[in-house]
C-alpha cells in the first residue's frame, strides 16, 4: 500500500506533476506508450470527444491541449484489463460488495451481458436477445408504466439521449431521473425564468474579452484543468481574476501549463486569481448582496455606474431589488458571507471597475439549499452593469459530464416542455405522458415506497452518487429489476434488485461499427456548442452494443407492436438518428451538415442575443432576502453545548466523480488515502482532539435516523472555522434524502450539519463506508 502523509503542496497547478500522474497512468492502466494515440485524439475534429468533463475546446481544429485528468479519463476507459464470465465466476456478490468502490473499477472494462442468478449469488452471462425480452417482460407487466424509472448519467451521447427519451415517452412515463438533478439543476431552475435559458450565455470568445472574471465554488484545476488555459490567459491580459471558495484552491492560484516550454525548463508558472475570498461555505449569496449593495452605494453616491439603458430596456424589478439592498444589513453580510465589509467592498470594485464581466460557478454554488437564488443574484450582479448578451460578459455555469447538457437538450428531463411534448406527438403520432416524472432524489423515495419496480439506468453508479447511501441501497433492493448500462463494474451492480441485469456499452474512445460503417455521436458542450465524437479504439470487446443500439433494441422489443418508430433502421446510420432530432428540436435545423464542420456549431441562446423568453419578455431581477434557517442555522439552534459543523463533500485530484482513479489529492497535499477531514487548526483544539486523530461524522436531522460516516482522519487545514470538508462519495451516507435545494431538489451535498467526534466502531448495522481506506 502507498505510503500515506500530508504534505503541504507548495508547486503550481499543472506543470511536472501532471506529466508525472499521466505517466503513472499509463502504466497502471496497462496502456503501451502507442496508447499514447489515444490521448492524442481527444478533442481533435477527428477523434472523439473527451469523456472528461464538458469545458469547451479552444480550438477543435489546434493541437491536442494537454489535461492530466482529461488523460486518466480516457486512461480509464482504454485500459487493458478487462471483466468478463470468468471473473464473475470467481466471486459471488457478496464478495463483491465487500470490495471498495476503488477496486471494483480497477478491474477492468466489462465485456459481456451478464444476468443476476439467484440461488448462487453471482452474475452469469445472458444473450443480448434474452436480456431485452427480459426487461420487456417486465416493462409490459408493469400496471402503470410510472412505476418504471429510467435513469440517466450525463456521458450519455445525444444520439443515445433521444432515442432514450424518445422509447420511454413512448412506454408512458416521463421518470427520467438524472445526474443533473444533483449537480446544475439549479442554474436551470434559477436562470429559466429569470433569463428565459437554462444554460450559460457565454463562449469561449468571450473569456479573451472579459476584463474580469468572478469563480464561485469551483475547482477547476482539478474539475476542469482546460479552464486554466483561459484563466492564465486571461490574468496575461491584465484581467481581474476573483474567486470566491472557503479552500485555497492551487488551481486557483498558480498553473504552469504542461505545453509551455519556457514555464517547463524555468519552474515558472502564471498567477491565476487576483483577489481570493476565503468565504463561509454557503456564504455566497451574502458574498454577492454585499457585491452588490456596494455598487448601489456606489451609484447613489456618484452615479453613473449602472447601465441605466439595459435596466429600463431589458429588465423589470430593479427597484425592489435596490430598495433590498439598501435595507441590508453590512452585519449580517459579514456573518452569513464570513467576509468582512472591507473585502465584501474590494470585490464590488473589481466589479466597478471592469466593463466586461464574465461570473462562473459550479458545485460550491448548486449544492445549497438556497442554490436557486444565489444563482439568480449572481445574474442579477451582472444585469446591474449590462454584463449579459454582450462580448466579453455573461453567465458560465460550468457543467460537469461531458454531454450532460446535451442530455438535457434532448429531453432528458422528469420535467418535460409542453413544446418538446407536442413535437413528439406531431411527429410520431403518440400522445406522450403529460404528468411530471420523478427526480433523482423522488425516485429514491419512490422505490423506498414500494412503487418503483423497474429501475433502468443509462451509465452512471446511482448506487454511490445519490444522498442517503442506505436509503437508496434499500430502494434498489426494493425493485423487481434493476438493470446498468456501462463500461465498468460498479457500486450500482452489486446492490440490485431481485432480478438485476448489467449491459456492457462501447464508450466513446471506440470504434462503433453499425451496418453502414462506423458512426459518430453528437456532444454538447458546456458553452452550447455541438459537435461530433468519432472512436478510434477497436472495441474492448466483441460483445459490446453502442449505448444507442442497446435502447433501439430495448424499444423494439418492449413497444413491438405498439411503435411506428423504425428502431433498427435508426441505428445503422447514426444520421438517420439526427435526422429525427431535427425532426423534433427546430434549432437543429440541416443538423448532419451543420455537424459536419470541424469544431461544429453553436445551439441558439436567446439571452446572449438579448432576448428573453420570460413570461414578462424581461429579464428578471430578484431580491433575496439571506436564509438564516439553513440546515446549519437549525441545527445549531437546537444543539448550543456542541460545535455544529457545516460539512461540504468534493472531488479529490484523483477521481471522476464516484470512479476512484487513485488515492492522492495532489493539490490539498493528501497522499496515499481518501478518509481525511479538513478542518480549522482551532476547531480541532476546540474538540479537544489532535491534528491526525481519528473522528466519525454524525449528521444533525430531525427525522430521528442515524447517519453516521465513520473514520476519517483530523487534517488542520486553511479553512473557515465550523466548517470541514471531506470526499464524496465516501460522505453521502450522511446527506440526508430531504435535504434538497429550493425549487431543484437537488441534494444539499455542500452543506451539511455535523458533529464530529472521536471515532469509535459503528455497533451494528450495514458497514460504516462504501469505500474502506
Ligand atoms: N477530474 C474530474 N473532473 C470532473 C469531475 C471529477 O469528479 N473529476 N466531475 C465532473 C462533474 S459531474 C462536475 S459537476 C464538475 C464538478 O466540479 P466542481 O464544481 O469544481 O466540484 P467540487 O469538486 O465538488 O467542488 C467545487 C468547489 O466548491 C468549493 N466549495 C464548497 N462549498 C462551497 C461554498 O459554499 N461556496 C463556495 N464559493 N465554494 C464552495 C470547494 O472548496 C471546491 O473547490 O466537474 C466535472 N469534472
Ligand atoms: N456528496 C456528493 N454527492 C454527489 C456530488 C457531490 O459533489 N457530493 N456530485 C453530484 C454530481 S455533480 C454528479 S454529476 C453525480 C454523478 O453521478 P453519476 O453520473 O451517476 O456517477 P459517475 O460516478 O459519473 O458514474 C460513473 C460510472 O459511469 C459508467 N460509465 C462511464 N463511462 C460510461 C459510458 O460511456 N457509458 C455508460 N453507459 N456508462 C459509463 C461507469 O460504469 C462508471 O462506474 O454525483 C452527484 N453526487
Ligand atoms: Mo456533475
Given at each position: 500500500?502507498k505510503?500515506?502523509k ?18 503513472n497512468?499509463?502504466l497502471?492502466q496497462?496502456?503501451?506508450i502507442?496508447?499514447a ?6 478533442n481533435?475534429?477527428?477523434g472523439?470527444?473527451c ?5 469547451p475546446?479552444?480550438?477543435?481544429a ?20 478487462r471483466v ?19 477496486w471494483?473499477e ?6 459481456q ?8 449469488d ?5 444473450a ?5 425480452a ?22 450519455a ?7 432514450y ?12 431521473p ?14 429559466r425564468p429569470?433569463i428565459?435559458v437554462?444554460k450559460?450565455?457565454?463562449?469561449l470568445?468571450?473569456f ?6 468572478f ?13 486554466l488555459g483561459?484563466?492564465r ?5 491584465g ?10 484552491e492551487?488551481?486557483?492560484?498558480r ?11 524555468s ?5 491565476i ?7 463561509r461555505?454557503?456564504?455566497?449569496l ?7 449593495k456596494?455598487?448601489i452605494?456606489a451609484?447613489?453616491?456618484?452615479g ?11 429588465t ?6 435596490a430598495?433590498?439592498?439598501r435595507?441590508e444589513?453590512?452585519a ?5 458571507s464570513g467576509l ?5 467592498r474590494a470585490?464590488?470594485?473589481v ?10 460557478w ?6 445549497h ?14 444585469m ?9 460578459a ?5 457543467r ?27 411527429v410520431?403520432?403518440f400522445?406522450p405522458p403529460?404528468?411530471p416524472g420523478?427526480d433523482?432524489?423522488e425516485?429514491?423515495?419512490q422505490?423506498?415506497?414500494?412503487n418503483?419496480?423497474?429501475f ?11 444522498p442517503?447511501?442506505?436509503?437508496t441501497w434499500?430502494?434498489?433492493q ?9 463500461t465498468?463494474?460498479?457500486?450500482s ?6 432480478e438485476?441485469?448489467?449491459?456492457p456499452?462501447?464508450g466513446?474512445?471506440e470504434i462503433d461499427?453499425q451496418a453502414?460503417?462506423?458512426?459518430g455521436?453528437t456532444v ?6 455541438v459537435h ?5 479504439n ?5 460483445h459490446?452494443l ?9 424499444a ?11 428502431w ?5 446510420d447514426?444520421?438517420r ?7 423534433v ?7 448532419n ?5 470541424p469544431g461544429g456549431f453553436?445551439?441558439r441562446?436567446?439571452?446572449?442575443e438579448?432576448v ?6 424581461k429579464?428578471?431581477f ?5 436564509p438564516l434557517?439553513?440546515?446549519t ?15 461540504f463533500?468534493?472531488r479529490?485530484h484523483d477521481?471522476?466523480n464516484?470512479t ?7 493539490y490539498r ?5 481518501r ?6 487548526a482551532?476547531?480541532?483544539r476546540?474538540l479537544?482532539?489532535?491534528d491526525g ?7 444533525v436531522?430531525?427525522?430521528g ?6 473514520r476519517?482522519?483530523?487534517v488542520a487545514?486553511?479553512i473557515p472555522?465550523?466548517?470541514?470538508g471531506a ?10 434524502l430531504?435535504?434538497v435545494?429550493?425549487?431543484?431538489g437537488t ?7 455535523v458533529l ?16 474502506p481506506?
Amino acid at each position: 500500500m502507498k505510503e500515506q502523509k500530508i504534505e503541504f503542496y507548495t508547486g503550481s497547478a499543472g506543470g511536472w506533476g501532471a506529466l508525472n500522474s499521466v505517466k503513472n497512468t499509463l502504466l497502471r492502466q496497462e496502456i503501451p506508450i502507442k496508447g499514447a494515440k489515444t490521448l492524442l485524439s481527444a478533442n481533435q475534429p477527428d477523434g472523439f470527444d473527451c469523456p472528461g468533463c464538458a469545458w469547451p475546446d479552444r480550438n477543435h481544429a489546434s493541437t491536442f491541449e494537454f489535461c492530466e485528468n482529461g488523460v486518466k479519463a480516457v486512461a480509464a476507459e482504454a485500459t487493458a484489463r478487462r471483466v468478463g464470465p470468468e471473473f464473475f465466476a470467481q466471486y459471488t456478490v457478496a464478495e463483491l460488495a465487500d470490495q471498495s468502490d476503488f477496486w471494483l473499477e480497477d478491474q477492468g472494462r466489462l465485456t459481456q451481458p451478464m444476468a443476476y442468478h439467484a440461488p448462487s449469488d453471482q452474475y452469469r452471462p445472458i444473450a443480448w436477445d434474452d436480456a431485452f425480452a427480459l426487461i420487456a417482460k417486465h416493462l409490459r407487466a408493469l400496471p402503470d408504466p410510472n412505476q418504471a424509472i429510467f435513469y440517466t448519467s450525463g456521458r450519455a451521447s445525444n444520439e443515445a439521449a433521444f432515442l432514450y427519451q424518445l422509447f420511454v415517452r413512448q412506454y408512458g412515463t416521463n421518470n427520467f431521473p438524472d445526474c443533473s438533478n444533483m449537480c446544475h439543476e439549479p442554474s436551470g431552475s434559477g436562470m429559466r425564468p429569470q433569463i428565459g435559458v437554462g444554460k450559460g450565455t457565454v463562449t469561449l470568445q468571450d473569456f479573451e474579452h472579459a476584463d474580469a472574471i468572478f469563480i464561485f465554488g469551483q475547482n477547476p484545476g482539478t474539475n476542469h484543468p482546460r479552464m486554466l488555459g483561459e484563466l492564465r490567459e486571461a490574468h496575461k491580459r491584465g484581467a481581474r481574476i476573483a474567486s470566491f471558495n472557503p479552500l485555497r484552491e492551487r488551481g486557483l492560484e498558480r498553473f504552469t501549463d504542461p505545453q509551455d516550454k519556457l514555464q517547463m525548463v524555468s519552474g515558472g508558472s502564471t498567477p491565476i486569481s487576483t483577489h481570493y475570498f476565503q468565504l463561509r461555505v454557503g456564504g455566497d449569496l451574502a458574498a454577492v448582496k454585499g457585491i452588490m449593495k456596494h455598487v448601489i452605494e456606489a451609484e447613489d453616491a456618484r452615479g453613473g455606474v449602472l447601465d441605466h439603458a439595459f435596466i429600463a430596456e431589458h429588465t423589470q424589478g430593479f427597484e425592489a431589488l435596490a430598495a433590498d439592498l439598501r435595507a441590508e444589513s453590512w452585519a449580517l453580510l459579514e456573518q452569513e458571507s464570513g467576509l468582512s465589509q472591507e473585502q465584501l467592498r474590494a470585490a464590488g470594485d473589481v466589479y466597478l471597475g471592469a466593463k466586461r464581466v464574465i461570473a462562473c460557478w459550479g458545485m460550491g454554488i448548486t449544492q445549497h439549499k438556497h442554490s436557486v437564488a444565489t444563482i439568480q443574484a449572481i445574474v442579477s450582479l451582472l444585469m446591474m452593469r449590462g454584463n449579459l448578451g454582450r462580448e466579453g460578459a455573461g453567465a458560465c455555469p460550468v457543467r460537469g459530464h461531458s454531454n450532460v447538457q446535451g442530455d438535457r437538450t434532448m429531453g432528458i428531463w422528469e420535467k418535460p416542455p409542453a413544446a418538446l411534448l407536442d413535437a413528439l406527438r406531431d411527429v410520431y403520432g403518440f400522445e406522450p405522458p403529460r404528468a411530471p416524472g420523478v427526480d433523482t432524489v423522488e425516485a429514491i423515495q419512490q422505490m423506498l415506497d414500494g412503487n418503483g419496480k423497474v429501475f433502468f439506468a443509462l451509465g452512471g453508479n446511482f448506487a454511490s452518487a445519490t444522498p442517503d447511501t442506505y436509503q437508496t441501497w434499500k430502494g434498489l433492493q426494493n425493485c423487481d429489476l434493476t438493470v446498468h448500462v456501462t463500461t465498468k463494474l460498479n457500486r450500482s451492480h452489486l446492490v440490485h434488485g431481485r432480478e438485476a441485469l448489467i449491459l456492457p456499452c462501447l464508450g466513446r474512445t471506440e470504434i462503433d461499427m453499425q451496418a453502414t460503417g462506423p458512426q459518430g455521436v453528437t456532444v454538447e458542450d458546456s458553452m452550447s456548442m455541438v459537435h461530433i465524437s468519432v472512436g478510434i479504439n477497436p472495441p474492448a470487446s466483441e460483445h459490446l452494443l453502442s449505448e444507442p443500439a442497446i435502447v433501439a433494441r430495448l424499444a423494439a422489443a418492449t413497444l413491438a407492436g405498439r411503435s411506428q418508430v423504425p428502431w433498427l433502421w435508426l441505428i445503422e446510420d447514426y444520421a438517420r438518428i439526427r435526422d429525427e432530432i431535427e425532426k423534433v428540436f427546430p434549432d437543429f435545423r440541416g443538423f448532419n451538415e451543420r455537424v459536419a464542420v470541424p469544431g461544429g456549431f453553436r445551439l441558439r441562446n436567446t439571452a446572449s442575443e438579448r432576448v428573453w423568453n420570460t413570461a414578462s419578455g424581461k429579464a428578471s431581477f430578484y431580491p433575496a432576502p439571506i436564509p438564516l434557517d439553513t440546515p446549519t442555522h437549525r441545527a445549531r439552534e437546537r444543539i448550543k453545548d456542541r460545535i455544529v459543523f457545516t460539512l461540504f463533500t468534493t472531488r479529490s485530484h484523483d477521481q471522476y466523480n464516484t470512479t476512484i482513479y487513485g488515492m492522492d489529492d495532489r493539490y490539498r497535499g493528501v497522499y496515499g488515502q481518501r478518509r481525511v477531514l479538513f478542518i480549522h487548526a482551532e476547531d480541532i483544539r476546540a474538540l479537544g482532539l489532535k491534528d491526525g486523530d481519528w473522528v466519525d461524522l454524525h449528521t444533525v436531522w430531525s427525522d430521528g435516523q442515524e447517519r453516521r460516516a465513520d473514520r476519517f482522519k483530523l487534517v488542520a487545514y486553511d479553512i473557515p472555522r465550523g466548517n470541514v470538508g471531506a470526499y464524496y462519495p465516501e460522505t453521502n451516507p450522511l446527506v440526508p434524502l430531504s435535504a434538497v435545494a429550493e425549487t431543484a431538489g437537488t441534494p444539499t451535498s455542500k452543506s451539511i450539519p455535523v458533529l464530529v467526534v472521536p471515532h469509535e466502531p459503528a455497533p451494528t448495522g450495514p458497514r460504516p463506508d462504501a469505500v474502506p481506506a
